[in-house]
């Protein structure tokens, strides 16, 4: 491979230099990167924050924070966490990184309009900080800012919502971009089952994006009127639906799971068959379920409401509606595990997260149907419960992908290699943590302990030490995986172009790549997932 | 990638056909409002704004000329809307 200049050597548009070539840059690898900073800061910041409410919940009573302080502090926890970590990750780092790669093209089609949703991402960040400060105090309505506690609260509601408006914008051009990408400027030699399938899973979440945000963005402009107007949408006594808040809500949150999670199995999707040097079981069966992941996870909102006074029918049709969205998230499973049978498999730290994510999802999408079946879930509706269900999925389904896509694209992305030891290290301590920190939660749940209190009785002690011994496991394990990979920029292992044996587009270019992507015209392969070269490659070379 | 869709530009004429069609429709609104249907005032009041809206989208917006992935894009997201509104009802109708 002849030798040539990276993007982090050339900036776009030509001409800039310093930090305005950061700052003004139309260039998606560089706005993957200025995501991914950002995105970093609000997910260890989140993380610490949850640290402190495990902590205050380790011993019975009060220990390190009064009741108001820890209803701020699940509020931040969870609004951070979701919408400026878990929802952008990896679609905005590695979608804007990769996907054009992906495709065999230079740029997404918006390349401006990319940049202005990195400031809007930017801009409802600081809003969200600015509501710390600001008006009537912490919000403290948890993350779903249910009426009529969210119209009546003193916190500082508006804010914070206005933040999570102008955030959900930022989500919205963004898969703005990336279906227009998709359509217009994939190679013309690319057919629709010659894309790789974390593109896919991308589109895929694009189209959520795009149809569901709306319906949030709508949701909390009424929460504001109601706060500034008192219209009465969901007041009964004005003719209003107090449920109506809850629909609407649900109409995208629901949805928004699935923007959390379909990246994540796309993630898993590229790696799975790399590292077992074999094509990917049921191609055609992955994409098709990322597509119906969409369009069924779009059916389900309501199986959220089982207790809150909605009609039966209601109950019944959104309970069987749910079921099926484990059909498709099921396919993806057996996949996954059909890809590995007979493949020659290569452990590496983005492999073992990635298995961590297989068994951790799988145990988060099981206990998912107990709450999804109208008749268990009654029991352990807002317990701990749902906290050990959702962790399950969005921590050890989407941050495990998230972990195991900065470990398998960070030698692409800077052209450095990190040290397998101290990833392995971390990723086991990770692991381990996880499983220490949520199993007590689960069962915790189903004896009755109910979630967002901020004390509880006496015999719910031992499990809530515990998940707090876990949860500081967990966070010793994150730094350790992050350190290493930050030490790797350090040091001088240059990583090749292909380090692991990679099929797709961006294991064809140099590391880091040009700003171009493609300094020769990409050639595109009649299927993604082909390693009968990578084979005879490693035949050859005796490995 | 799908083939780019062929240029197109409307004439006057053509608009102006599409804007006199619309202002007729307005005033079939207005003209309505009048005449009491019972149940019918609403489903025929939707009607009229929905031929309204789709003459606006397929002329003035272009969609009639557009390629099938922009169709398919604008009709998954009249679907959406369809099924979001219309699944509250299986809550609303059966309370």
Redesign the interface.
Known sequence: MTETQSFFETPSPRGQTGIKAWLLTHDHKRLGLMYMWAILFWFVLAMLLGLLLRTELMGQGRTIMGPEVYNSMFTLHGVIMIFLFVIPAIPAIFGNFFLPIQLGTDDVFFPRLNLFSWYLFMFGGMFAIFSLFFGGGFPDTGWTFYVPFSVGTKGNVSLTVTAAFILGMSSMLTGLNFVTTFHRMRHKEMGLMQIPLFTWSLYATAWVQILATPVISITFVLVMMERFLAIGLFEPDKGGDPLLYQHLFWMYSHPAVYIMILPGMGVISEIIPVFSRKSIFGYKAIVVSSMAIAVAGSLVWAHHMYTSGMSDVSVFVFSLLTFIVAIPSAVKVFSWVSTMYRGSIQMSPPLFLSLCFIYLFTVGGLTGLVLGAAGTDIHVHDTHFVVAHFHFVMFGGTGFAFFAALHYWWPKMFGVMYSFRPAYIGAVLTAVGFVFHYVPMLILGMQGMPRRYYDYLPQFETGNFLAGFGGYLLCVGILVMFINLFFSLRNDRTAPADPWGGTTLEWSIASPPPMENFVAPPEIKGFPYDFSEVIARSRKEGR | ??KAEKPHVLGYGQLALVLGLLLILTGLTVAVSYVHLGFWNVPVALSIASLKASLVLLFFMHLKYEGR?IRY?FI??VL?LA??IG??F??????
């Open positions: 990638m799908e992935v894009s998954s997201t959406f099924v979001m699944f509250t299986w809550d609303v109708a059966f309370r």
